[in-house]
């Protein structure tokens, strides 16, 4: 047995050896990862309209108040586009608009250059209350001189029952 066991001591020890002989590859640490780029940003906007804004802004895009039949009050609709104009004015003091007063064909002439004005000065009056200066704007009438639609129905006096917003300066 001494001779069975020295044996199994020896076969034992030699394939300890043999597996301890073998190399483990050593564990390489992963490259690093480059720092990200830093993400270019735009600047920051602060809220103030530009001259841009004019023809991409929803809200300013819209340039026209129309009227009921015979009256000159601003409809509760076309405040919101009042107060985008107003705030327009706010933000760019150098900014002028002309306020065009419309009607329909239905009264004299004379009639209906005055209440072209007073609707003019209907939506004049709402920008102001909206803060924009009196000295940016400006109301002419034209009656029922400058129609867009010339037929004789209550849809086409209904569009031309307005008052255009008309930049003059940006």
Not at 25 to 52: L, N
Not at 68 to 78: N, R, S, Y
Request: with cysteine.
């Amino acid at each position: 047995m001494n001779t069975l066991f020295r044996a199994a001591l020896v076969s034992t020890l030699v394939l300890s050896v043999a597996a301890c002989s073998q190399k483990t590859k050593p564990v390489e640490p992963e490259p690093a990862q480059p720092a990200p780029a830093p993400v270019e940003t735009a600047p920051v906007s602060d809220g103030k309209y530009t001259p841009a804004d004019l023809d991409t802004d929803s809200c300013l895009r819209q340039r026209v108040v129309y009227f009921d039949f015979d009256q000159d009050v601003l409809k509760p609709e076309f405040s919101a586009i009042v107060a985008c104009h107003a705030k327009y004015l706010q933000d760019r003091p150098s900014a002028r608009i002309t306020l065009e007063g419309h009607a329909d064909e239905r009264g004299s002439r004379e009639y209906n250059m005055g209440l072209g004005e007073r609707r003019g000065n209907a939506v004049s009056s709402a920008v102001q209350a909206n803060g924009g200066s009196s000295s940016q704007l400006g109301v002419v009438s034209y009656g029922e001189e400058r129609p867009v639609c010339t037929d004789s129905n209550d849809s086409c006096w209904g569009q031309n029952r307005r008052v255009e917003i008309v930049y003059t300066a940006k």
